[in-house]
């Protein structure tokens, strides 16, 4: 089993930078890749980046170039730096992993851009 945890998210303005955390606990030896989801009001859940086990990233167009996903591996923790915020990355933001088996997804921490 793994148990993720999500933080960091808060109201800011456009433009503003934030970086949001994903602690991970459990049985992490099983876990072959890892990513960010949001779901925005009134909208499905969405793939906003993704890592394997091998460091190798993907990201969704909308946030391309102003997103970097990274893990400490020493902490058990993922990230996911932002920059440039606009309105529209308004969402919960959720971290998932996977095992190749299931996947596991946190509670979700708010973000919030506006002006």
């Known amino acids: 089993q793994v148990q993720l945890v999500e933080s960091g998210g808060g109201s800011v303005q456009p433009g503003d930078s934030l970086r949001l955390s994903c602690a991970v606990s459990?049985?992490?030896?099983?876990?072959?890749?890892m990513g960010w989801y949001r779901q925005p009001p009134g909208k499905e859940r969405e793939l906003v980046a993704s890592?394997?086990?091998?460091?190798?990233?993907n990201y969704a167009n909308s946030v391309k170039g102003r997103s970097t996903i990274s893990r400490d591996n020493a902490k058990n923790t993922m990230y996911l730096q932002m920059s440039s915020l606009k309105p529209e990355d308004t969402a919960v933001y959720y971290c998932?992993?996977?095992?190749?088996?299931?996947?596991?997804w946190g509670q979700g921490t708010q973000v919030t851009v506006s002006s």
């Open positions: 459990g049985s992490i030896f099983t876990v072959i890749a």
């Open positions: 998932n992993a996977n095992t190749g088996l299931r996947h596991f």
């Open positions: 890592i394997n086990s091998g460091g190798s990233t």
